[in-house]
């Protein structure tokens, strides 16, 4: 069975930054688009970034400049480095397929931005 476990999220100031990681139990990243996704408070779940196994990236336009993903097949983990934080982006953080599936959902990782 295949796990997910997210990790690197916490309290940052508006205009800092965070990484943030999903490293999976075995290798299934070589075949498969990944994507990160944040649910806020009262929110329906968003897809904010997506890579697919050639590397090829999309990003949400609300962090579209901000937002950097990235994957280490080698490590089995993909990365998400968020910059220029804002409040808006406070949201428990997943990684997941970019079609996710329901039992690869994590515990993800809270990112609050506030000053």
């Known amino acids: 069975q295949v796990q997910l476990v997210e990790s690197g999220g916490g309290l940052v100031q508006p205009g800092g930054s965070l990484r943030l990681s999903c490293a999976a139990s075995r290798s299934i990243f070589s075949f498969y688009s990944m994507a990160w996704y944040r649910q806020a408070p009262g929110k329906q779940r968003e897809l904010v970034a997506a890579?697919?196994?050639?590397?090829?990236?999309n990003y949400a336009d609300s962090v579209k400049g901000r937002f950097t993903i990235s994957r280490d097949n080698a490590k089995n983990t993909v990365y998400l480095q968020m910059n220029s934080l804002k409040p808006e982006d406070t949201a428990v953080y997943y990684c997941?397929?970019?079609?996710?599936?329901?039992?690869?959902w994590g515990q993800g990782t809270q990112v609050t931005v506030s000053s």
């Open positions: 890579i697919s196994s050639a590397g090829s990236t």
């Open positions: 997941n397929k970019l079609y996710p599936v329901a039992s690869l």
